[in-house]
Structure formats: C-alpha cells, structure tokens
C-alpha cells in the first residue's frame, strides 16, 4: 500500500501561488493523482503522473519523481473558487490510496 | 459531471439497521470502487467490481459487501451498522481496473444515530 503524506492547511491570497507538497511511499507504485473537493462535494479529477516531470494544465501543473516518492500541485494566479480540499492518491494495482487532504483557503 | 450517479445523496440509520448505496458507472466503464470518506479524511478503498466480480478489497470487515450487475451498475451493502459508518461513500467509475481514469460521483452521505 502507500502511506500518503501532505500537509493539512495552507492559506493563500488571490492571485498568488500555492505549492502542495506530497510524499508517499514507492513500493508497487503506478501514479500520483490530484483531487480537487470542495465541502460536500465529490472528488473531482486535477491530474495523473506517471512519469518523471511537470505537467501543466492551465493555472494547475503538477510535478512527480519518482525516485524521491515526491509530487506537488502547483496552483497558479489563485481564485476564491479554487478555496477547496486537495487530494493527493497513490495509485497500486488498482486502488487508489488518498492522503488526508490539504485545505486551501484563499483570501482576498 | 462525471457521468457517475448515486442514489440516494442523503439517508439516516439507526444503528444495527442494514443499508444499500446504489451506483450507476459512467457509460463504457466496467469498473466500479468503493471509497468511504470520513469527516476531516481522505476517502478509503473499501472494493472495487470488475465485470460482475469483487477484484479487490481493502481493509473493511465483512458487513460491507457489494453487487456488480450486467450493465456495470453496482450497490454496497452495509450490515448491522455502527455509529462509525457515519461516512461520505463515493462510488467511482473507470474504464478497466488499472483506474488510471477514475471519475467519482456525488457520493451518499450516511449518518448512523
């Protein structure tokens, strides 16, 4: 399984940018997710690495290595919708494992 | 939208009863999982069905089962509940079971008095 590790909450004000950092473990490793979820909501979908590097898409990129059991969420020129939980999963086999959430709230 | 429907979004039990969560997949995905989410928590595996048959469990006890059914649809059984199973159960939805498109509905929420 993986032991998924992130902080709890981070602040941060409109239009600034919010670095999530995410450690898990590396065994049986087939790719890091990133959820978006806001209160009450379902986890919506961000982004999938499964390889080394950055992916960017749009205001949201997100970083892996593999090597190090490393990713992190990059959340670029923040809005207030984009005050919500962000999910870090690891994904072995076929489960997919979550960290607790990181709380983002942005403020104006 | 996901395409991922569950029903019903909101429902109270009392403990000792028994409940089923229904889920409807995403059209052409054949693999449906279980995820309980806690208050303040990540969501956690409880099972995933893969054409019909249980694929792959976490660590939940017996009294959580579940049903696939031919048009990949699925329910979750929880018996003789306990004031823990008070949750948020999200049902995702993928194309096969690697889950590397994993697309969640809008969840249940149970409260157990």
Avoid at chain 2, 2 to 24: A, E, F, M, N, Y
Wanted: glycine share 10%.
């Amino acid at each position: 399984g993986q032991n998924i590790d992130q902080p709890t909450e981070m602040t941060a004000t409109e239009g600034a940018i919010v670095q999530i950092n995410c450690t898990y473990q590396t065994s049986g490793f087939n790719g890091l997710f990133w959820y978006q979820q806001h209160a009450g909501e379902a986890p919506t979908f961000l982004s999938y690495n499964v390889l080394d590097g950055l992916e960017e898409k749009g205001r949201f990129s997100s970083f892996l290595s593999r090597s190090k059991g490393y990713s992190y969420l990059l959340l670029k020129e923040l809005q207030m919708k984009d005050s919500a939980s962000y999910l870090c999963a690891g994904l072995n086999d076929y489960k997919l494992s979550f960290g607790a959430g990181t709380t983002v709230t942005v403020r104006a | 939208e996901t395409g991922v429907t569950q029903s019903p979004t909101h429902l109270i039990k009392t403990r000792g009863q028994q409940v089923t969560l229904r889920c409807s997949s995403q059209s052409g995905h054949n693999t449906v999982s279980w995820y309980q989410q806690a208050l303040g928590q990540g969501p956690q595996f409880i099972f995933q069905y893969y054409r019909e048959e249980e694929n792959g469990r976490g660590n939940f006890p017996p009294r959580f089962s579940g049903l696939q059914f031919p048009n990949y649809s699925s329910e979750l059984n929880v018996n003789a509940l306990e004031l823990d199973d008070s949750a948020l159960y999200l049902c995702a939805s993928s194309p096969g079971t690697a889950n590397t498109e994993a697309f969640f509905g809008q969840g249940t929420r149970l409260t157990v008095v």
